[in-house]
């Protein structure tokens, strides 16, 4: 009889945020969908899949995404991958510091980097008083300057969670295979790299969904085509009120997450299981 | 550790990853601070010729922009006080209840972050013109809970689930209704972690450009979406200023409530257990 009076109530307490999460997530994606198959007299229509999978700028802003997500992504795990090691295993002065440091980006409003970062880096900025504005490559305003403002952002959230897996690696793991005399780089790949692998998909996941779908930066810095699909889409949606074309853009940056998002859950509900 | 160490020019490389660090994080907030004090600042001189608040007064004195950090804040309140009513209950369920489908409502809660944002936002967007809450208060503050949902009921129920289980049922076995065990024994000790999740709640909300931009045009202008218009339209040094009143906010919050924060808890909000 309680059990049956506790679940009642367990579902009545999820209910309110869980409606929450129906009308403003599940219901608009859905709403989205079918909008991106009806035309402007909410007919079945397959062109707005066709303009955008066939139009050359809109293939072209495909492409482009595309780059700017793998080489960002790439870096932003390498990079973090190799500070999150340094930050475990080193002991000195210079790594404490930065153990203090580095998740501080994580809470600078990002609008905000992004103006201290073209400030920074532009052909008159910061950067180009100390080194002569003729000795300034020119950067901020392009691809280059959009992957290096992804890892600004990526970089800190990436390293945290990677520093959080290699912390539960036990010293005695790596002092007793060092002890029979493995050397660093099989201790890695034997050791380190297995043990952190779940942690390096779930941060995978995180800069992939966040970058593939990025707004501000690519808008503010690097807004010519091709362009970002993200903006794209707000393009689509506030400029020429293209409902049907903005929603299946949208769709397909969904699908393109949810292939990498499936990962993701997956992996955290065999997580749960275990604990 | 023996793993730098073996490097005989450890110090010089480490040395050399330090700069690079702070440079590339920290220059561009750096150069903003100056540029926001600065008074005279000439191309290319390495750093301002002279110091001022000129800046400051020119900031306060334009309506449109104190206006957007009212607004702004109005907002951040409303939509903290909305997430903690959703959610709060949800948490302490998924904490402490055993009921069906615990687990599918528990992980439901990741797809507000399974969709790229600006694809859910427009998405939302579209929901909104069917019901006419484009341009609307009540339109920008659904879109900001959307962002607290997953914090606001994780980080609160693994600090519900920390509440020692005896010292409830001792309060309860000396008399004590369930309310009151609530709010005497669970609330305090489970606060830490609510107060941590209405910290980020309320930054998201703050910090939150994309989503107004796309439904709060043009009647709702809050600082980061004012801050679009700043860059385009402004020198730089008023943009400095307004960056610095922007992320003020989060760096007093963060402070305050520094002794609750650790690289645990914001994990706790990505890592349910």
Same mark, same amino acid.
């Given at each position: 009889?309680?059990?049956?009076?506790?679940?009642?109530?367990?579902?009545?307490?999820?209910?309110?945020?869980?409606?929450?999460?129906?009308?403003?997530?599940?219901?608009?994606?859905?709403?989205?969908?079918?909008?991106?198959?009806?035309?402007?007299?909410?007919?079945?229509?397959?062109?707005?899949?066709?303009?955008?999978?066939?139009?050359?700028?809109?293939?072209?802003?495909?492409?482009?995404?595309?780059?700017?997500?793998?080489?960002?992504?790439?870096?932003?795990?390498?990079?973090? #991958?190799?500070?999150?090691?340094?930050?475990?295993?080193?002991?000195?002065?210079?790594?404490?510091?930065?153990?203090?440091?580095?998740?501080?980006?994580?809470?600078?409003?990002?609008?905000?980097?992004?103006?201290?970062?073209?400030?920074?880096?532009?052909?008159?900025?910061?950067?180009?008083?100390?080194?002569?504005?003729?000795?300034?490559?020119?950067?901020?305003?392009?691809?280059?300057?959009?992957?290096?403002?992804?890892?600004?952002?990526?970089?800190?959230?990436?390293?945290?969670?990677?520093?959080?897996?290699?912390?539960?690696? $036990?010293?005695?793991?790596?002092?007793?295979?060092?002890?029979?005399?493995?050397?660093?780089?099989?201790?890695?790949?034997?050791?380190?790299?297995?043990?952190?692998?779940n942690t390096l998909l779930v941060a995978l996941t995180f800069a992939f969904m966040g970058i593939?779908?990025?707004?501000?930066? $690519?808008?503010?810095?690097?807004?010519?085509?091709?362009?970002?699909?993200?903006?794209?889409?707000?393009?689509?949606?506030?400029?020429?009120?293209?409902?049907?074309?903005?929603?299946?853009?949208?769709?397909?940056?969904?699908?393109?997450?949810?292939?990498?998002?499936?990962?993701?859950?997956?992996?955290?509900?065999?997580?749960?299981?275990?604990? | 550790?023996?793993?730098?160490?073996?490097?005989?020019?450890?110090?010089?490389?480490?040395?050399?990853?330090?700069?690079?660090?702070?440079?590339?994080?920290?220059?561009?907030?750096?150069?903003?601070?100056?540029?926001?004090? !600065?008074?005279?600042?000439?191309?290319?001189?390495?750093?301002?010729?002279?110091?001022?608040?000129?800046?400051?007064?020119?900031?306060?004195?334009?309506?449109?922009?104190?206006?957007?950090?009212?607004?702004?804040?109005?907002?951040?309140?409303?939509?903290?006080?909305? !997430?903690?009513?959703?959610?709060?209950?949800?948490?302490?369920?998924?904490?402490?209840?055993?009921?069906?489908?615990?687990?599918?409502?528990?992980?439901?809660?990741?797809?507000?972050?399974?969709?790229?944002?600006?694809?859910?936002?427009?998405?939302?967007?579209?929901?909104?013109?069917?019901?006419?809450?484009?341009?609307?208060?009540?339109?920008?503050?659904?879109?900001?809970?959307?962002?607290?949902?997953? #914090?606001?009921?994780?980080?609160?129920?693994?600090?519900?689930?920390?509440?020692?289980?005896?010292?409830?049922?001792?309060?309860?076995?000396?008399?004590?209704? $369930?309310?009151?065990?609530?709010?005497?024994?669970?609330?305090?000790?489970?606060?830490?972690?609510?107060?941590?999740?209405?910290?980020?709640?309320?930054?998201?909300?703050?910090?939150?450009?994309?989503?107004?931009?796309?439904?709060?045009?043009?009647?709702?202008?809050t600082m980061p979406v004012i801050m679009y218009s700043i860059i385009a339209d402004y020198p730089a040094n008023a943009g400095a200023v307004f960056s610095?009143?922007?992320?003020?906010?989060?760096?007093?919050?963060?402070?305050?409530?520094?002794?609750?924060?650790?690289?645990?808890?914001?994990?706790?909000?990505?890592?349910?257990?």
């Amino acid at each position: 009889m309680i059990a049956k009076k506790q679940k009642l109530l367990g579902i009545a307490m999820v209910l309110p945020s869980f409606l929450s999460l129906i009308i403003l997530v599940v219901w608009p994606v859905f709403i989205s969908i079918k909008q991106s198959f009806q035309n402007e007299e909410n007919q079945f229509t397959w062109d707005n899949y066709k303009y955008v999978l066939t139009d050359p700028m809109m293939v072209n802003n495909f492409k482009y995404t595309m780059l700017v997500t793998l080489i960002s992504c790439v870096l932003v795990l390498i990079i973090s #991958y190799a500070l999150a090691a340094y930050l475990r295993f080193s002991n000195s002065w210079f790594s404490k510091v930065i153990s203090r440091l580095y998740f501080i980006p994580m809470f600078i409003p990002g609008i905000i980097a992004i103006y201290g970062f073209i400030n920074m880096y532009r052909d008159n900025g910061w950067i180009a008083r100390f080194i002569g504005s003729e000795n300034m490559p020119s950067f901020v305003y392009d691809i280059k300057g959009l992957v290096l403002m992804n890892l600004w952002f990526n970089i800190p959230f990436t390293t945290m969670l990677l520093l959080s897996a290699l912390s539960a690696i $036990p010293g005695s793991v790596i002092e007793s295979a060092r002890d029979v005399g493995a050397k660093k780089l099989t201790i890695f790949f034997k050791f380190i790299l297995p043990l952190s692998y779940n942690t390096l998909l779930v941060a995978l996941t995180f800069a992939f969904m966040g970058i593939v779908g990025s707004f501000t930066a $690519p808008y503010l810095i690097d807004k010519n085509a091709p362009q970002m699909l993200g903006v794209s889409m707000q393009q689509h949606f506030s400029v020429y009120h293209e409902l049907g074309q903005s929603s299946s853009i949208a769709v397909i940056l969904f699908l393109m997450c949810a292939v990498v998002g499936f990962i993701y859950i997956k992996n955290m509900m065999k997580n749960e299981s275990h604990s | 550790m023996w793993y730098f160490k073996a490097l005989p020019r450890g110090k010089i490389i480490e040395f050399f990853i330090v700069a690079v660090f702070c440079l590339f994080f920290f220059g561009p907030l750096l150069n903003l601070v100056l540029l926001a004090f !600065s008074g005279e600042w000439r191309y290319p001189s390495k750093l301002p010729s002279s110091w001022s608040l000129d800046w400051w007064k020119y900031v306060f004195g334009n309506d449109q922009i104190v206006h957007s950090i009212l607004l702004s804040f109005s907002i951040a309140t409303i939509v903290t006080i909305v !997430s903690i009513i959703i959610c709060i209950p949800a948490a302490y369920a998924f904490a402490r209840l055993q009921f069906p489908l615990r687990r599918v409502f528990l992980f439901s809660f990741l797809l507000t972050n399974a969709f790229p944002k600006m694809g859910l936002y427009v998405a939302v967007g579209v929901m909104f013109y069917k019901f006419g809450l484009m341009n609307t208060f009540v339109g920008v503050v659904l879109i900001h809970v959307i962002n607290t949902l997953m #914090y606001m009921t994780w980080i609160p129920s693994a600090a519900f689930k920390n509440v020692q289980k005896s010292q409830e049922e001792a309060a309860r076995d000396s008399g004590a209704s $369930p309310l009151r065990v609530f709010w005497h024994i669970t609330l305090p000790i489970a606060a830490p972690g609510i107060i941590v999740a209405s910290i980020f709640t309320f930054l998201s909300s703050l910090d939150e450009a994309q989503g107004t931009l796309l439904v709060g045009i043009p009647d709702f202008q809050t600082m980061p979406v004012i801050m679009y218009s700043i860059i385009a339209d402004y020198p730089a040094n008023a943009g400095a200023v307004f960056s610095i009143i922007l992320t003020l906010p989060t760096i007093v919050l963060l402070l305050a409530a520094r002794k609750f924060l650790g690289s645990d808890a914001i994990a706790g909000g990505f890592q349910m257990k």
